[in-house]
């Protein structure tokens, strides 16, 4: 992936060595995506790390920016995967997953669902694959890994960043349902976003880079989250996402 996608210097996801995506679109395999992202930069670097058919075998046939977007674009290609980012305007991964229900439920040619996302927090994931996504990659995975991924996730396989695989193994092996934060519930999915990031000590102009937004959008996600949880500072801020394991 290009430098903007993520920050990792390695791999995200560890899977087959990236010959062995390769070799697979040389050797005729192919795979129909649909990429959803709102932001457009990150479609086109996607776009063009795993979309070159030939050596890929990937061939995307659809972008979308949003929920209502995606949910028709979906419909009107039928996809085998879709790459789906979780924070969207219009509801976000988890209401274009609720909207294409049937189509995830084809039993003849169903559409799959890849998480694809820069937040790696447990709510997140735990949310689309509640909602029906095969898997949860983070945006600091390798383009052929992220190849190889799409092939699995088409498969029937289920796909994630070693890291994230704890948190839904966790989550699916308690029966008690997830406690309700009426505190947490005031944010926004930005804001939730945003506020992970303040709270693991990044800077405004990397938080900016990170989601494609600028430094003066994400001071004013801040102060917005800082008046709906009634904190006075970042430290305040960072204490109250320490002590709900957001971080």
Do not use: C
């Amino acid at each position: 992936m290009s430098a903007d996608t993520g920050t990792g210097s390695g791999p995200a996801f560890q899977g087959p060595a990236a010959e062995g995506a390769a070799s697979e679109g040389a050797a005729g395999r192919r795979v129909r995506v649909v990429l959803v992202d709102d932001h457009r930069m990150f479609r086109t670097g996607v776009q063009a790390e795993i979309g070159a058919t030939e050596e890929t075998g990937v061939e995307v046939v659809g972008e979308a920016a949003d929920v209502d977007q995606a949910v028709a674009v979906v419909a009107a290609t039928r996809p085998e995967v879709v790459l789906l980012d979780v924070h969207l305007p219009g509801g976000g991964g988890v209401e274009v997953l609720r909207r294409s229900a049937a189509l995830m439920a084809d039993p003849v040619n169903p559409v799959r669902f890849l998480a694809l996302s820069v937040s790696d927090a447990a709510d997140d994931v735990i949310g689309v694959i509640r909602g029906g996504a095969r898997g949860y990659v983070t945006k600091t995975i390798t383009g052929p890994d992220l190849v190889n991924s799409v092939f699995r996730v088409r498969d029937g396989d289920a796909v994630f960043s070693p890291r994230l695989a704890g948190f839904v193994l966790d989550a699916f092996a308690s029966t008690d349902a997830p406690p309700v934060d009426e505190d947490l519930d005031r944010l926004t999915q930005r804001e939730r976003e945003v506020l992970r990031l303040i709270a693991r000590g990044y800077a405004y102009k990397e938080i900016a880079k990170q989601l494609f937004i600028s430094a003066k959008t994400v001071e004013s996600h801040v102060s917005a989250v800082l008046r709906k949880l009634q904190l006075s500072n970042r430290h305040e801020l960072t204490r109250w996402a320490t002590a709900r394991r957001l971080v």
